[in-house]
């Protein structure tokens, strides 16, 4: 529902032209309003004149696009191109072109706000995601850097200091564009404050260089993933060498830890990573997937002094006194989300794991059982334990091989969960090939009835109907669920994945060649 004052102030923004020559008599007050019509309207022009002409102390984009009593709707979902451009060139035109710096008050722009989804609903539906957003911006800080130095300016310029809360994506492909901005970062009017940082494809040597670059002490959120080559010991150097006394969230790449290989120096230097963590007062998540770390969670999770709201310790092979540990626990009571995914649950510690969700239900949104082998006989055992997870919001369970018959069952029963908003459930058994093995790999993924699946579907969909659980999306995403990171960069991702390929196959022939 929209108020008079964000209709008018739509009415306003819509002439683009009128607007921006009348800003000069706006009220400060009405610029937030103004800003989030001009958003939902995709009015870059305006925008932009806004943000180079903000007369506030901080600039807050979570905020501004949030629900606000003119109007309920979140936009901070929608990471529109032309919108987040216009205020990236708004922020450096607000430095160079203002009359008189002197009286200029913004000191803070926040834009870790914006949320990456998958369905964008701006008009134009090209989205600027994480990845260019840090590009852009350091971009930005180069470019008003080098004008600076050219142009003659207003000696006040100079005095202008914002800080410019960003959560930065590096790659190789943006890895020296972005150097150079935090190298520079004391002589720019904008200052680059990284509160998270995410670094994918990327040399070992290089992580280790820029992470120091982005002032750790600041750090919130830290994530490691997939092609940069992390190992324990590398990651123990790392805790030794940087403190990150604000962190709140560890995203560690695949195989950090692989304790089939362990000697006794490998123990020692996992329980000095323990340690490093527990210094982290903040840690409250905690994602380890991949990982292979049979018997020894207690040792990494036991120095913790903070109990853990989110925990992703999937495909890491846990065992009974794993999962002991874990349901015994103190971050047990406090687990918001947990993603034990690739364990064989209803073999191997059934009554220990429903102990475990015993302990979390009060607190429980987001649960993820992939590839646990759960079939239509623990359906029962399942519903018992998830039943009470009132608060459960998101359950995915894909990958198991269960019935449409099974499916409808448990469907029945998620209806009850008051919560529940998304529910990624498995292509059902009987859809596939009756020789099919589980889990199944990516190439018989595909492999199954279609059409009988899309029946299924409708069926499940209209238990939720019935229901009146229209609210309740469920889906079946057969190569996992979105991830806004890796679909930016999907495309440097997969070049590197080639030529990783290509430089495994030079070496066999290498050595192919030496035994002839």
Known sequence: MKSLRFVSAEAFVSNAEFARKNLGGVAHNLFPLLFKAS????????????????????????????????????LSH?????????????????????????VKRLKVVDL???????????????????WARTQLLSKLCLELLVYLQQTQCNPGTF??????????????????LVVQALLKKCYCPLKICCVAFRSDNLALQKFFYIIKLTDPSLLRKL???????????????????????????LTLPARTFNVRRFTATDEQMLTNIGEKMGEMMQLTELSMSFSILTGRIRKLLSPLKTPLKMLDVSNCSL???????????????????????????????????????SHSSSVLRSLTLEDCNIQDTHVNMLILGLSPCQKLQEFKFLGNPLSSQA????????????????????????????????????????????????SVAEELNLILLQANREDVKASTPLFGSYDAAVQE??????????KSFKETLEKFTTSLNKMS
């Open 39 to 74: 958003y939902l309207l995709e009015q870059g022009d305006v925008i932009h004149d806004l943000v180079e002409n903000w007369p506030l102390v901080d600039f807050n984009i979570g905020k501004l696009l949030g629900p606000t009593v003119d109007y309920q709707e979140d």
């Open 78 to 102: 929608r990471t529109c191109s032309v919108c987040l451009e216009s205020c990236l060139t708004g922020l450096r035109d607000y430095v160079l072109n203002h009359p008189s710096p002197y």
């Open 112 to 130: 870790t706000g914006v949320k990456d989804v998958e369905v964008q609903l701006c008009q134009c539906k090209k989205t600027m995601g994480r």
């Open 159 to 176: 005095e202008i200091s914002i800080d410019v809360l960003i959560d930065l994506f590096v790659t190789e492909r943006n890895y020296e």
């Open 223 to 249: 994530e490691i993933v997939h092609n940069v080559r992390l190992e324990m010991e590398h990651l123990e150097i790392l805790f030794n060498s940087i403190h990150f006394p604000l962190l709140m969230s």
């Open 319 to 357: 065992n009974h006194a794993d999962m002991a540990y874990l349901a015994n626990s103190f971050h047990a009571n406090h687990l918001e989300a947990l993603d034990l995914s690739g364990h064989n649950i209803p073999d191997l510690y059934p009554s220990i794991f429903f102990k475990l969700l």
């Open 407 to 454: 499916l409808k069952h448990l469907f029945t029963f998620l209806c009850e969960l008051p919560m529940l908003k998304n529910v990624e459930f498995p292509v059902p058994r009987d859809c596939y090939p009756i020789d099919i093995t589980y889990p199944i790999d990516d190439a018989s993924l595909c492999r199954f009835d279609h059409q009988k699946y899309k």
């Open 489 to 498: 960069t999907n495309n440097e991702l997969g070049a590197y994945l080639i």
